[in-house]
């Protein structure tokens, strides 16, 4: 028989129309051939179409006649199609019956053919051509593109049966007896355990491979303290701080709490000089980078760090932590590769960071970090700061650091679960798998939930669950370095990423206690979060506390600051305070199982994770709402509205206003136009929510450079461009206005204003939708 490409037509031909009858005929004609050839190419019976044009103006008339122009002829049909060859009447009566058959045959053919047309037109765009039967590949996983509608109920209790047999315990177990080394041989043996573990779970698993430089500390480094050239005590040390030069340094102790900025202000307004000192600082509030960072800017010789006791939680009684493990590079990613990815590093030219401190920096224990804090003398702190604390004294620091840069080859591995309506559309869930300690907190609880996340999402759709969207799941190479792996691999596809990546959600260390949660998370994603929290009956949230933006050690960081992808990561914790052994050699599973319970608090967390990961995948309209973000972005933008000192330099904030209220008003219009979109209509639905998930990248300011400044986000981000950096320079006009430059002022605030009028511009949607008026 006819292909459908022989029998179908365009729509427009088909609404009865004298020309659209014209090609049936001409179609009928050829079956009619066919037939005759069939049976021996007897003339037969056939249809007679007769179109006669109306005075009236309505449609033409169908007249269909059947008409008996030719005789059988003296071919025979065979026995066993006439009982009498040479009876006319038998042969055409016989003919006139085949004739029916195949016309019924065919017309219920063409009915069937053009409902399928129809029903498929409303799913893909038609070009005006028949569409050709779709070939089956073998080699993928084939999904009905018209699944049974699952609703979100049923898939959240599917997803709930699964985890609740989860051997949770039994997999973080075998992942903690592993070696946990980046680069280390070890290390790629653990790679590759992972990907067996996904490869036994979904049907595309690679592999993301990268040559870094990283570094190790061969010979132990040393802490020595000294008085009039005599030495008290030496500090022998396991622990090192990634990054930090290799050098020799002594000078005056001086403590500075936590190290923030503002901490150093507040040193600096007590007259007390900084210049050639050491700086020893209490681990947590920022990350090591940031108080190494804020030490080199006051001329600090170097940098001492330990954890208090008083600022973390512990499974049980109070009593010392080790000396912790971090990095010192004010970034994330191979400093020796900023801006582009480390794939092979003979192709780039020498290139480094400028995040790379300048000043040595080690960590000690809580007892060694005690005994340098007791030799200071009480000199009068700063009012903000606790009661009876020390400042500095004639004592003297000597500090040898010993580390050494290595060339390692890392990797990422990969899974995908591919979504049926939108494969190119993927959410990004990872967890980093390397530690410098042990990391049963840091590294392995994550990575176990990554590979039982992929277990249990599959199991949900081998029961019938067909997500919209892909999931892709990460373990990432060298994250104890500053997010290695999972940077590389931004920078290698960011102009794919960008594009596709719906969110990404981090794992890391997502357990370190069992009765308060911290949210950091993309305003985009806030309300989807909170009514997800509402959901879960077992969670002991206290008031979740939510915070925009993310820390510079979380992996979350460079998604949402570097690529503009909306991101989330969690922390359960105990007294809201982080995991005293987090980033120490006690981060042992013995010591996570006496923190929390562990198969009540990995069911808890792969709840709230896995919920959302569905929830991405399974709604028509991107659960992503706009409305923390308006009110995100009007704090900011009043925040830089001091209409007195503008006023004074001739300057103000109308064109920000302004901006600001065309971004308010495209995400009013973009959500009318969701309401009042029918879901079947999928091109202009995923044309709608590409603008909702494109929001973050358009706020990544265009006016740096990845390479000098790669975290461009304007309110999340490093540098210049900034809102806080606006802020900041703003400030200087009323606290000290010497170092206060006019023309960089304006600079800034007219890039940071049209980056904000950009984003509205893309919200809006097409060019010609969009009207400034000035």
Not at 7 to 27: E, R
Not at 404 to 417: D, H, Q, S, T
Request: glycine share 6%; with cysteine; proline share 5%.
């Amino acid at each position: 028989m006819y292909s459908p490409d022989d029998v179908c037509f365009s729509c427009h031909q088909l609404y009865f129309s004298p020309q659209g009858f014209n090609q049936v005929l001409m179609k009928m004609d050829r079956v009619r051939t066919t037939v005759t050839n069939i049976f021996g190419r007897v003339p037969l019976t056939y249809t007679r179409f007769s179109l006669t044009p109306q005075t009236d103006g309505d449609s033409s008339q169908v007249e269909m006649k059947l008409a008996d122009e030719e005789e059988c002829g003296d071919h025979p049909l065979g026995d066993h199609l006439v009982k009498n060859q040479s009876g006319k009447n038998g042969c055409k009566s016989l003919c006139f019956k085949v004739l029916i058959v195949v016309l019924l045959f065919l017309i219920g053919f063409l009915i069937g053919y053009l409902t399928y047309r129809g029903r498929v037109g409303s799913e893909q765009p038609s070009s005006g051509a028949c569409l050709p039967s779709n070939d089956v590949n073998t080699e993928e996983e084939v999904f009905d593109t018209n699944p049974p509608t699952i609703y979100w109920s049923d898939l959240r209790s599917m997803f709930r049966d699964k985890m609740a047999v989860a051997p949770f315990e039994k997999n973080v177990q075998e992942l903690c007896s592993r070696s946990r080394d980046a680069g280390a041989d070890s290390e790629e043996t653990l790679a590759k355990m992972i990907n067996e573990k996904l490869g036994a779970i979904l049907s595309k698993v690679w592999n993301d491979e990268h040559y870094v430089t990283l570094q190790e500390s061969n010979r132990a480094n040393k802490i020595t303290l000294l008085k009039d050239d005599s030495t008290l005590e030496t500090f022998t040390l396991s622990s090192y701080v990634a990054y930090s030069p290799a050098a020799s340094v002594n000078g005056s102790l001086v403590y500075g709490r936590f190290g923030t900025e503002r901490d150093f202000e507040d040193l600096s307004a007590k007259n007390i000089d900084l210049s050639g000192k050491l700086i020893i600082l209490r681990s947590g509030s920022i990350p090591f980078s940031e108080k190494v960072r804020n030490a080199e800017r006051v001329k600090a010789s170097g940098v001492l760090i330990y954890p208090n006791p008083e600022d973390v939680s512990f499974p049980g009684q109070n009593g010392d932590i080790d000396s912790l493990f971090g990095h010192a590079h004010f970034g994330t990613g191979d400093p020796f590769t900023p801006g582009f990815p480390s794939f092979n590093h003979t192709q780039f030219p020498p290139s480094k960071s400028s995040g790379l401190p300048q000043i040595p920096v080690q960590t000690l224990s809580s007892r060694d970090g005690r005994k340098l804090y007791e030799k200071l003398e009480s000199t009068g702190c700063p009012e903000t700061w606790m009661s009876g604390c020390k400042l500095g004294n004639q004592y003297k620091v000597k500090l040898e650091v010993n580390n050494n840069y290595v060339e390692k080859k890392i990797y990422n591995v990969f899974g995908v679960l591919k979504g049926v309506d939108e494969p190119d559309r993927y959410v990004v869930v990872g967890a980093q798998r390397d530690s410098m300690g042990i990391g049963a907190s840091k590294a392995f609880v994550g990575t176990s939930l990554l590979v039982e996340l992929a277990r249990m999402i599959s199991e949900v759709v081998k029961d019938g669950y067909r997500p919209r969207r892909s999931i892709v799941f990460a373990s990432w190479g060298a994250g104890d370095f500053g997010a290695v792996g999972a940077t590389e691999w931004l920078e290698g596809y960011l102009t794919t990423l960008h594009l596709k990546a719906i969110s990404y959600i981090s794992l890391d260390a997502i357990i370190q206690g069992s009765d308060s949660l911290e949210v950091s998370a993309s305003p985009l994603m806030y309300s989807m979060i909170q009514k997800i929290l509402k959901g879960i009956p077992d969670l002991v949230t206290n008031k979740p506390k939510f915070s925009y933006g993310f820390s510079m050690d979380d992996a979350a960081y460079p998604f949402l600051t570097y690529s503009g992808i909306p991101s989330a990561s969690f922390r359960f914790q105990k007294d809201k305070k982080p995991y005293a052994y987090l980033g120490t050699e006690k981060d042992t599973y013995e010591n996570f199982r006496n923190l929390v319970n562990v198969n009540s608090m990995y069911r808890t967390a792969a709840d709230l994770t896995g919920q959302i990961i569905l929830r991405l995948t399974h709604d028509h309209i991107l659960p992503l709402d706009l409305t923390q973000y308006k009110s995100e972005l009007l704090k900011r933008t009043m925040e830089l509205d001091d209409q007195r000192t503008l006023t004074s330099m001739q300057m103000t904030t109308n064109w920000m206003s302004s901006a600001m209220g065309d971004f308010g008003r495209a995400a009013t219009t973009l959500k009318d136009s969701f309401a009042n979109t029918d879901t079947e209509n999928k091109p202009f639905l995923r044309s709608l929510n590409d603008r909702l998930m494109k929001v973050e990248h358009s706020l990544l300011s265009p006016y740096v450079s990845p390479k000098e400044s790669p975290f461009r986000h304007i309110l999340y981000g490093s540098g210049n461009h900034t809102f806080d950096a606006v802020k900041k320079h703003l400030d200087l006009l009323k606290e000290n206005k010497e170092p206060f430059n006019r023309d960089l002022f304006k600079n800034q605030l007219a890039l940071l204003t049209w980056t904000l009028q950009s984003t509205a511009n893309a919200l809006e949607g097409e060019i010609w939708e969009i009207d400034n008026e000035f």
